[in-house]
């Protein structure tokens, strides 16, 4: 069956380094989304990739879609305290359906 | 508009009692999710409607579990008899398929059994 994979589980950053975490499917994803939660919060929608080798940004985050749209990446330059949370992807098992999120990946950042 | 309303926002019930958990979603949304999150099992989804209508409970754990969604501006998640396992973050979200943007979360019922 299909498998989704987020890593890594944490990571941690001196403010100012650059952050990525990646979801890569043993499977074709029809598309695939991105939010952030912080801490106590809910989950907040960030973005929608659905083409392949699509690349969206968004200020200091970079949202890139595999060319064989089976892996998928958020890259934020210059980490802020701001950008602490988890951060997970999300994808529809089949078309019509309801997301699955992935286990997130858990970012702390230190001034 | 207001998001997702849910409530309560915190509920802490001892074991065997019925736990009622409501959720108003963004007017006009056709679909509503009801998820559940914990440390060890992450975001599961646990059931979700298109246009009032059940369309997958799959993800129901168990027939403690059942869930209501009597208009297009309410539902219910319902436990009856609650476990200390059922403990977890419950969160309702809503989309529109005419818009194709993310969902849109509740702040969650966080519920403690005990």
């Known amino acids: 069956g299909q498998q989704v994979m987020q890593i890594p589980q944490y990571q941690h950053v001196q403010e100012g380094e650059d952050f990525t975490t990646y979801c890569n499917s043993s499977?074709?994803?029809?598309?695939i989304q991105w939010y952030k939660q912080r801490s106590g919060g809910h989950p907040v929608f960030l973005i929608q990739?659905?083409?392949?080798?699509e690349v969206k940004k968004q200020k200091r985050l970079t949202f890139q879609f595999g060319e064989a749209k089976k892996n998928s990446s958020l890259h934020i330059t210059a980490t802020q305290t701001t950008d602490v949370g988890t951060y997970f992807c999300a994808w529809f098992r089949q078309a019509g359906t309801a997301l699955i999120f992935g286990k997130g990946t858990t970012l702390s950042v230190s001034s | 508009d207001a998001g997702v309303i849910q409530s309560p926002r915190h509920e802490v019930t001892e074991m065997g009692q019925e736990v009622t958990l409501r959720c108003k979603p963004i007017?006009?949304?056709?679909?509503l999710f009801w998820y559940r999150q914990t440390m060890m099992r992450g975001l599961e989804l646990l059931i979700y409607?298109?246009?009032?209508?059940?369309?997958?409970d799959s993800g129901m754990p168990e027939d403690r579990f059942s869930a209501k969604m009597p208009n297009a501006s309410f539902s219910t998640l319902k436990i009856q008899p609650s476990e200390p396992r059922d403990s977890a973050v419950y969160f309702c979200a809503s989309s529109s398929t005419a818009a194709n943007y993310g969902y849109t979360f509740g702040s969650g019922t966080r519920l403690t059994v005990v």
């Open positions: 499977t074709t994803l029809s598309n």
């Open positions: 990739l659905v083409k392949s080798g």
């Open positions: 409607f298109n246009n009032n209508v059940p369309i997958d």
């Open positions: 007017s006009g949304h056709d679909y």
